[in-house]
């Protein structure tokens, strides 16, 4: 296995982001406007999560749809929120591959969705938002192995139901800090 270098790494990151972005300009004009506002630490960023969707035996077009599923729910999209983003994908990548399944994919959209309507009704996640997200998929994370097995995404999926959520993960942030 070749082990490729940070310049190479970044260089690959660039051309990926750059398709993504040639092709969503027709697809997704806004998306496109968006993402392509983004520093260079945004985009290396994006490119962690365009990567979650690479190398899944879909056809290219197949694979941006997806990504453009979970990004274009991100409300005015920044580095630092693909930073949340990329780690609350880590929760939901179960065999630690950096790609997400189609279960994966769909446990993060029904995520996105909920929380997109926490703090608004405008159905895009805010930074703040992702926040919560990222802090609720850790407070349920009990063994600590930063992923999500189905047993705890059940314990999550139960307190979003029976609202107790907001009040159980602001406990644990309270007494944390």
């Known amino acids: 296995m070749r082990v490729m270098s940070r310049i190479e790494l970044d260089e690959n990151a660039k051309l990926q982001v750059e398709a993504f972005l040639d092709a969503t300009r027709e697809e997704d004009p806004g998306l496109a406007r968006s993402l392509g506002a983004l520093d260079e630490k945004g985009q290396l960023e994006l490119a962690g999560v365009l990567g979650r ?15 453009r ?10 580095g630092h929120g693909l930073v949340i983003a990329n780690r609350v994908l880590d929760y939901l990548d179960r065999d630690g591959d950096a790609r997400l399944n189609d279960h994966e994919a769909s446990v ?70």
């Open 53 to 67: 969707f690479d190398g899944r035996g879909l056809a290219p077009a197949q694979q941006r749809l997806m990504a």
């Open 69 to 78: 599923r979970f990004l274009g729910r991100l409300r005015k999209p920044t």
């Open 108 to 177: 993060g959209l029904e995520l996105l969705d909920i929380f997109a309507r926490v703090e608004s009704d405008n159905h895009s996640l805010s930074e703040r938002e992702l926040e919560l997200l990222e802090g609720a998929v850790r407070f349920f994370d009990r063994d600590s192995n930063r992923v999500l097995d189905e047993g705890e995404l059940q314990r999550l999926r139960a307190a979003i139901k029976d609202g107790t959520l907001f009040s159980t993960v602001g406990k644990s942030t309270a007494t944390k800090a």
